[in-house]
C-alpha cells in the first residue's frame, strides 16, 4: 500500500532551522498535491503548508509565511518542508498527506498521510 515516511523532526532551540522529508512510495508521486499537517498537544491538526503536483503553486498557514519554505523533487518521490525562524509554537508532530484533488488547506482533501515527524522548539 502506498507509503508516506516523514523524517528530520527533532529538538531544536527558538530560532533554529530544520527540515523535514516525507519519502513517498507505492503511489505515482507526480500525480498528486502534497501536503503538511501538524498537530501540537491537546489541539486539532492544522494545515501548514502544501504544493501542487508541479510545484509551481505553494500555499502556507499565515503564521509560517516567510519563515517555512515546501518544495519537491518528483524525481526522488519526495516532499520537503524547510523551517527557519522556529518559534515554540512550531512545536508538533508533523505530517505529510497526498491529495489527487490539488493543493489544499483541508484535511479532508488528503487521501494518504504518514506517521509523523515529532519537532519541539523549546529553549
Known amino acids: 500500500q502506498v507509503q508516506l515516511v516523514e523524517s528530520g523532526g527533532g529538538l531544536v532551540q527558538p530560532g533554529d532551522s530544520l527540515r523535514l522529508s516525507c519519502a513517498a512510495s507505492?503511489?505515482?508521486?507526480?500525480?498528486?498535491?502534497m501536503g503538511w499537517f501538524r498537530q501540537a498537544p491537546g489541539k486539532e491538526r492544522e494545515f501548514v503548508a502544501t504544493?501542487?503536483?508541479?510545484?509551481?503553486?505553494?500555499y502556507f498557514l499565515d503564521s509560517v509565511k516567510g519563515r517555512f519554505t515546501i518544495s519537491r523533487d518528483n524525481a526522488k518521490n519526495t516532499l520537503y518542508l524547510q523551517m527557519n525562524s522556529l518559534k515554540p509554537d512550531d512545536t508538533g508532530v508533523y505530517y505529510c498527506?497526498?491529495?489527487?484533488?490539488?493543493?489544499?488547506?483541508?484535511?479532508?482533501?488528503?487521501?494518504?498521510w504518514g506517521q509523523g515527524t515529532q519537532v519541539i522548539v523549546s529553549s
Open positions: 498527506a497526498a491529495s489527487l484533488i490539488g493543493p489544499a488547506h483541508l484535511a479532508g482533501s488528503y487521501a494518504y
Open positions: 507505492r503511489l505515482t508521486f507526480g500525480h498528486y498535491a
Open positions: 504544493i501542487s503536483w508541479s510545484g509551481d503553486s505553494t
